[in-house]
DNA sequence: AAAAAGGCCAACCGCGTCCCG
DNA sequence: GCGGGACGCGGTTGGCCTTTT
């Protein structure tokens, strides 16, 4: 998986499988000279390959380091969750696989994985369901009568970039949900409890925090764990006397001052999550209305884009929580709930 | 048994980025 | 700042192997 260089672009060669002579050259020479430069390789080497077919040739197949094989369960599971998240950015995936290369993760998406997704009714991009146009009208109208019905508590909006553009959607679209849904039975909840310091607090109702920690482990895979702040204490320990502060994935809590850019007279809160960048803004509370719930703010919240799982977010929203009014087709990084 | 079709995977392609002079 | 070489990456495809007809 590997260009190639231009004194071997400039005239086609004929697809060319290496024999073991070959190879047995190539590891020779690397084991020799190094990994210095791959330019001087196939002369040092004596291979009639170009550079980067000989770099590609050790990468791909040669290097000591790679596991040859079927793929594991585990592997296409961390295959499946890291391009939930990155789509198909195959040397990005492979890092969570070390003995795996790029190209063994695509050929498997691509004979597998994507197969498997396609009869499964699945969207091999976003890994939602594909629904029809009907399914969607009948989400529409679901969202709608929640509206009507039932007291908001949420207002929700999302964007992949915290630029001024999308910060002004974020104030001006408000999505009144009834919860802040997730595709597991838990709810996360995010509050302001105090007048001058926000408090975050992540909850999860009638759920254990094992429960929650299979939840946010969806990030495992990528090589991290979730930090958990189930309790008010535990949350405002966490943030700073601005109320900013960061909650590092690795499960240590660790303060930043804000960066936010906030426009004058906006009170609202900073609270950053890894890479995404929450917005919460006071509110006045409205509170037992759903039990146990604490979720009585206003919250804005805004994505960066880089690391975040807008996909699953989307799929997340859509399929558990399905009382919203979204549109699959709207593109996903200018996602909002309006 | 043989030809055709399909699947898989290594190798190739083109483009973007980085780095250095 | 610019140009060129080297490298990295995602997409594509040729060729081999297996399965089907």
Redesign the pocket.
């Given at each position: 998986?590997?260009?190639?260089?231009?004194?071997?672009?400039k005239h086609?060669?004929?697809?060319?499988?290496?024999s073991p002579e070959e190879d047995e050259k190539l590891i020779r020479c690397l084991a020799t000279h190094g990994?210095?430069?791959?330019?001087?390789v196939p002369k040092l080497a004596g291979l009639h390959?170009?550079?980067?077919?000989c770099?590609?040739?050790w990468?791909?197949?040669l290097r000591p380091d790679l596991k040859?094989g079927?793929f594991t369960s585990e592997e296409e599971q961390i295959i499946i969750d890291v391009h939930r998240i990155?789509?198909?950015?195959?040397?990005?995936?492979?890092?969570h696989l070390p003995s795996r290369?790029?190209?063994?993760v695509?050929?498997?998406w691509?004979?597998?994985i994507k197969?498997r997704f396609i009869s499964q009714g699945l969207d091999r991009n976003t890994h939602n369901i594909i629904c029809s146009d009907h399914q969607k009208a009948s989400r529409k109208v679901a969202c709608n009568i929640s509206h009507t019905h039932q007291q908001p508590i949420s207002v929700l909006s999302l964007n992949s970039q915290t630029t001024d553009a999308s910060m002004e959607m974020i104030k001006n679209s408000s999505v009144k949900v009834p919860n802040f849904q997730f595709p597991f039975p838990q709810t996360l909840d995010i509050t302001t409890t105090d007048d001058q310091t926000p408090n975050v607090v992540w909850t999860v109702k009638g759920q254990s925090s094992s429960d929650f920690t299979s939840f946010f482990s969806h990030g495992s895979s990528l090589g991290s764990t979730a930090n958990i702040i189930s309790s008010s204490s535990s949350s405002s320990s966490s943030l700073n006397q601005d109320g900013f502060g960061i909650i590092n994935p690795c499960g240590e809590a660790t303060l930043k001052s804000s960066e936010a850019p906030r426009s004058e007279g906006d009170q609202r809160q900073y609270w950053r999550y890894d890479q995404k960048t929450i917005w919460i803004s006071k509110m006045e509370t409205d509170d037992d209305q759903f039990g146990e719930a604490k979720v009585n703010q206003n919250i804005d919240a805004s994505f960066d884009a880089a690391n975040f799982d807008l996909g699953f977010m989307e799929s997340t929203l859509l399929s558990e929580a399905g009382l919203m009014d979204f549109d699959l087709a709207s593109d996903m990084n200018d996602l909002a709930w309006n």
């Open positions: 998986m590997d260009g190639h260089h231009l004194c071997c672009s086609k060669v004929k697809r060319r499988l290496w990994h210095g430069s791959w330019s001087s390959r170009c550079a980067r077919s770099r590609s040739r990468l791909n197949y040859r079927s990155v789509g198909n950015k195959w040397a990005q995936i492979a890092k290369t790029d190209n063994e695509k050929n498997f691509n004979s597998y197969k």
